[in-house]
């Protein structure tokens, strides 16, 4: 698949639309424009729009430098946009216009001129647009635009969604790809730095690690295959792309229950446990649990499991809410916590309040856009607390997970879910 992407803009107005923010996001190196041959390059409309595409490339992907062209089949000239570190300032440099053609003599049989390509030009352009990776500064995502994933049989069709640690697209098979075992389309999770691709080969250990389990049929329902991963954790390739939901029916809870089951009986615990990691599966109908970047395995007689805070924090249960409100978040060192066992069970309790009523969404809307991370905490402490006091069938629920002995009490979790929704 081609990541060194040179994007072609025909004349748009000057402000940028969000699918073209969207597109300028994560892979442009270099940037075009190609005006009508009575455009003329030293148009200020032409110069400006230029110049506006180059700087909204440097701030979404946080460059220092950007280069681009601008063309009108009789000339090209080149850009380049700088953004100094710490400032808020851009400077641009503008090339000479660049004939694109020489012409030669009329010809007496033809109306026209005879013309050639601008040798001179045209090597300017190549090398241009076939620059060695490090002179387009390219650091949005952990992968080398060279990097060839998935053997170039395959081409990125459109961001699905971004992440702590990675960014995710579909991909779709190449027209050109005649291979029977790959599939028509699959997905593919790229870490955003160097520093995230620990997050890839933990998910990668601990989906190889669920699959081991005695029930396949289970693992196909509950979470997705990885079908190729990269070695240095850059990327991962899923075997199916799936839907994003809103809400969740009482089915649907009852399968998330099923799922932290599945995980419990595993001794893994996912500790990221949220609304967006949530997915449905198409031809199933059946709820998937993906990202298990931060997920952890528990040995065999460990009752807790004391590592640093990482993952979902205002699903949480009130024990852990408590404990990360009391923390000086100025510390030089990361924090650690005890995870107990039913650490998703309680994430997933909270997770189904939000995604069946719609009041508790709206408060939950609230607290997700409070601005630091400890003000979220002591709201969504407030608000389970205030849950627990005034909802019986919450109560219970989580009286039952604080009291849970094995994996059969999810049986009964699962007939107390039934009481929610019933009220």
């Known amino acids: 698949m081609d990541k060194r992407l040179c994007t072609t803009q025909a004349d748009r107005p000057r402000n940028l639309n969000k699918p073209q923010a969207q597109c300028f996001q994560d892979f442009i190196v270099c940037l075009g424009e190609f005006k009508t041959p009575s455009t003329s390059l030293d148009n200020e409309a032409t110069i400006a729009q230029v110049c506006q595409y180059l700087a909204n490339v440097l701030k979404v992907q946080n460059r220092r430098k950007i280069y681009g062209f601008v063309t009108n089949l009789t000339h090209m000239t080149f850009y380049c946009a700088e953004k100094k570190p710490y400032s808020t300032s851009y400077h641009y440099y503008k090339s000479q216009h660049l004939e694109m053609f020489n012409c030669l ?9 005879k013309r050639k390509l601008n040798k001179e030009a045209w090597e300017i352009f190549t090398k241009f647009l076939t620059m060695n990776p490090d002179f387009y500064q390219y650091t949005t995502l952990n992968i ?71 029930n396949q049929n289970k693992f196909d329902f509950f979470f997705e295959n990885v079908i190729d991963s990269s070695p240095a954790g850059n990327f991962l390739v899923f075997q199916n792309e799936l839907l994003s939901i809103e809400s969740l029916t009482l089915i649907q809870s009852k399968q998330l229950i099923d799922v932290i089951q599945y995980l419990y009986d595993c001794r893994i615990i996912h500790r990221d446990l949220c609304p967006p990691n949530l997915m449905l599966d198409k031809n199933s109908q059946h709820l998937k649990l993906i990202d298990f970047g931060y997920a952890r395995t528990y040995e065999m007689n460990e009752i807790t499991k004391e590592v640093p805070i990482e993952g979902t924090t205002i699903y949480a249960g009130e024990k852990f809410l408590l404990f990360y409100s009391r923390l000086s978040l100025n510390s030089l060192f990361d ?56 909802n019986e069938n919450y109560s219970k629920l989580l009286n039952s997970i604080n009291n849970l002995t094995g994996t059969t009490d999810f049986d009964v979790i699962k007939d107390e879910v039934d009481k929610l929704f019933k009220h």
Not at 145 to 160: E, F, T, V
Not at 363 to 390: C, G, R
């Open 144 to 214: 080398n635009p060279l990097d060839d994933l998935r053997g170039d049989r395959y081409s990125i069709s459109r961001k699905l969604g971004t992440g702590v640690t990675s960014m995710v697209y579909s991909l779709v098979k190449k027209q050109d790809n005649y291979l029977i075992d790959d599939v028509e389309n699959c997905v593919i999770k790229i870490s955003k730095r160097t520093t995230c691709s620990e997050s890839l080969i933990n998910e990668l250990k601990i989906i190889e690690q669920l699959k081991q389990s005695n």
């Open 335 to 390: 924090p650690y916590y005890a995870y107990e066992r039913t650490f998703d069970l309680k994430c997933a309790l909270n997770v189904i309040m939000v995604m069946s009523n719609c009041e508790i969404r709206v408060k939950m809307d609230s607290i997700n856009a409070l601005p630091e991370v400890k003000q979220k905490v002591l709201s969504s402490l407030e608000l389970w607390k205030n849950l627990e006091v005034n």
């Open 105 to 113: 003599s009329k010809t007496s049989s033809s109306v026209g001129t």
